[in-house]
Every structure is written in structure tokens, then in C-alpha cells.
């Protein structure tokens, strides 16, 4: 019998601090930086973002959406047999943000790494621990998406700072003799790696070029407009589904615009989509789990649904997971 994997419970987690676009104006016109709520509102639907406290790591965030997510699968940190984090603003440059997890988890002795594909974080990790339960390598994973991105945003560039907030969402994800996961698609290129970057690193002691993050805004809206609608489309087609078997789509919050966009070229009407986007800004690697967290515990994404998830981001990469929750 085949062996899939299915989600067995969603977690997640944001910082109690809620700065809203009014808050960000305040905070930059100290600077002498104009910008404004309908601006922001207008060009990328946000409202409103959280920012973790300078004490608080993707990990402590991971580790709060990790024990929700635990608690709705009925499971114990003593289940989890592989633990994959997918951040870009890791506790450390190493250990992994995934074994620190694992250690404040108390689930001790399990595979743990962390994948790294910026804001297409998620869709990869689940899609490896999907292919690590079909292989019979693991039984029950715990895949987070963590991020504390306030910490490298540059508050003197209005162009990026207002688009990005911390946050952490996690599912369990079990073996099962039914789907699951029905189909994923990945891909990456990197000839597009200085569109959306943080271009700095350590050496000697010392950090080497820029540590905050840049970003080409149109370069990416037109990439990643274009992308999505194709990665959906293979996904449906391996799962040998069309748009119209589409409960939900649960795209990368990153910005209303594109999901707008994406919904329309897959003729979705933005009823059956989720938005946290003007809640949480754009959370990078967090921002699907947490989405697909908020609409299962709001009634939304309801079992037996077909959900659509897909991720964009830096690298360039890019892809799609269909599944029934
Ligand atoms: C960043 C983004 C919102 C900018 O929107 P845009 O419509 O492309 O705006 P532009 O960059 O053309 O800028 C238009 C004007 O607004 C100004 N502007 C930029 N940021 C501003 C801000 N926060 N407040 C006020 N004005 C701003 C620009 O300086 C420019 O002014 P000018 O015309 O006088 O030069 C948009 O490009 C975007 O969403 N890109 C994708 C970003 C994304 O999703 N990244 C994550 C992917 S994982």
C-alpha cells in the first residue's frame, strides 16, 4: 500500500508588539523618511505587522507554533521524528535554528536541519518531509517556518522596511494510507540573486557587506506574478487536478497585489483565498503556515478541503504543494 503523508495538526505564533502602518509613519518621519498608511495599504494591502522584542529568536517563535501545532495533532515532542525549520533569520549561523528547536522542544535524538529558500521556505520543507515519509525515513515531522525579518530590515529604505514582520507557523505532518500531500513543484534560479538578498556575511570576526535586506520591488512583483500561476498549474497537473478542485489557495502573504494576480490567472475568486497579508505583512518563510493556522482554527480551511500553498522568494525559487488538510 502506498504511504502518504497528511497534516495532522497547524500551529503558529506572532510577537505581541502589532506596529501598524500609522506607527511605521511615526517611526520614519523621525528620519525625515515620508511615507504614509494609504500608500502602504494601497501598493501592498498590509496594515498592520508584529515585531518580536530584540530578546526573542526564531526559535522561541518556532517553539510557541511548534507546541500548538503539537497540542492539535494530540502529539508529544517525544512522537516528532524529524524536525525541519525553514528560516532566513536563523538563531545563529550555526547550529541549525531546527536543532535549538528540538532542544527547547525536549525531543531530543530526531533528525533536525534547516532549509533554506527564503520565502519559499515552507513549500520546500514540506515537500522534503513529505518525500522523507513516503521513503519510509521518517514517521511524524514537525516543519516550521520561523522568522524575526525586523532585525534585518533597513528603517532608512521606506521601499522594503514596511513590508516585512516576524512570526512562525508549524504543522505536524504524519505517515497515512491516505493523501495528504497530493503533489509539489520546486524550483530555483539563482541568475536572480541580487533582485532580493541580504548581501552581507561574516568573516574575520567582522560582517562583510550589507546585512540588511535589498530589494529590486518590481523586478520581483513581475517575476513572481509570472511564476506562481505555472508552479500551480504542474502541481495541479501531477496531482491530475484542475483549478476548479481548488477549496482554498494559500499563497506567500507577501503582497495583495500578486495574490490578487495569481488568484485571477487561476480563476479563483478571492473568497476561496486566504489573506493574513494585511494583518501580518509579509513573514517570509512564516507566512503559509501561518495563514493555513489562522483559516483552520477560523472555521475557513475545514478537513477533507483542497488546499492550493505556494511560496515565492529570494533565490530566485519558487513552487507549489497541493493537499487535502
Ligand atoms: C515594493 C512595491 C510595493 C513597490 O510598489 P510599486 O508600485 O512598484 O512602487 P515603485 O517602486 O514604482 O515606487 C513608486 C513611488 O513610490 C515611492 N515609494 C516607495 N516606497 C514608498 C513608501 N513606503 N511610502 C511612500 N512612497 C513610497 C517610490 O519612491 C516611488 O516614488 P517616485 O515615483 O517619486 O520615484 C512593489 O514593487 C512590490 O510589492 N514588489 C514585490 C515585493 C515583494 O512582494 N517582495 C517579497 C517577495 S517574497
Known amino acids: 500500500m502506498r504511504r502518504y503523508s497528511r497534516i495532522a495538526g497547524t500551529g503558529s505564533s506572532l510577537p505581541p508588539r502589532r506596529v501598524t502602518n500609522d506607527d511605521l509613519v511615526a517611526q ?40 500548538r501545532a503539537l497540542e492539535a495533532a494530540g502529539r508529544q515532542p517525544q512522537d516528532i521524528d524529524l524536525i525541519i525549520v525553514a528560516t532566513s533569520t536563523p538563531d ?10 528540538q ?29 522523507m515519509i513516503q521513503s519510509g525515513a521518517a514517521s511524524r515531522a514537525l516543519v516550521v517556518g520561523a522568522e524575526v525579518f ?23 505532518l504524519e505517515a497515512s494510507e491516505t493523501p ?10 539563482g541568475s536572480h540573486v541580487g533582485i532580493l538578498c541580504v548581501p552581507g556575511n561574516v568573516y574575520g570576526g567582522q560582517i562583510l557587506g550589507d ?47 500578486i495574490m ?13 483565498v486566504v489573506v493574513t497579508v494585511d494583518q501580518h505583512g509579509n513573514t517570509s518563510a512564516a507566512s503559509i503556515p501561518l495563514a493555513l493556522d489562522h483559516a483552520v482554527r477560523a472555521g475557513q480551511v475545514k478537513p477533507g478541503q483542497t488546499v492550493l500553498l505556494e511560496g515565492v522568494g529570494g533565490g530566485f525559487t519558487w513552487g507549489a504543494v497541493l493537499l487535502k488538510i
Open 28 to 67: 520614519l518621519a523621525q528620519q525625515g523618511i515620508e511615507t504614509s498608511d494609504e500608500w502602504i495599504v494601497e501598493r501592498t494591502g498590509i496594515r498592520s505587522r508584529h515585531f518580536a522584542e530584540r530578546d526573542v529568536a526564531s526559535s522561541d517563535l518556532a517553539l510557541e507554533a511548534s507546541r
Open 211 to 257: 546585512p540588511l535586506l535589498k530589494m529590486d520591488g518590481q523586478a520581483v512583483f513581475k517575476l513572481a506574478v509570472g511564476l506562481l500561476d505555472k508552479a500551480a498549474r504542474a502541481t495541479l497537473d501531477k496531482a491530475g487536478l484542475t483549478d476548479a478542485d481548488v477549496d482554498w489557495l494559500i499563497p506567500h502573504q507577501a503582497n495583495i497585489r
Open 92 to 101: 545563529m549561523v550555526f547550529p541549525s535554528t531546527a536543532c535549538i528547536l
Open 260 to 272: 490578487q494576480s495569481t488568484a485571477r490567472k487561476l480563476k479563483l475568486p478571492m473568497d476561496k
Open 180 to 189: 495528504g500531500i497530493l503533489a509539489s513543484d520546486l524550483h530555483a534560479d
Open 103 to 131: 532542544h527547547k522542544l525536549g525531543a531530543n535524538g530526531c533528525p533536525a536541519f534547516d532549509v533554506q529558500a527564503v520565502c519559499s521556505g515552507f513549500v520546500y520543507a514540506l515537500t522534503v518531509a513529505d518525500a
Open 150 to 172: 525586523s532585525r534585518i530590515l533597513d528603517f532608512k529604505d521606506r521601499t522594503t522596511c514596511v513590508l516585512f514582520g516576524d512570526g512562525a507557523g508549524a504543522v505536524v
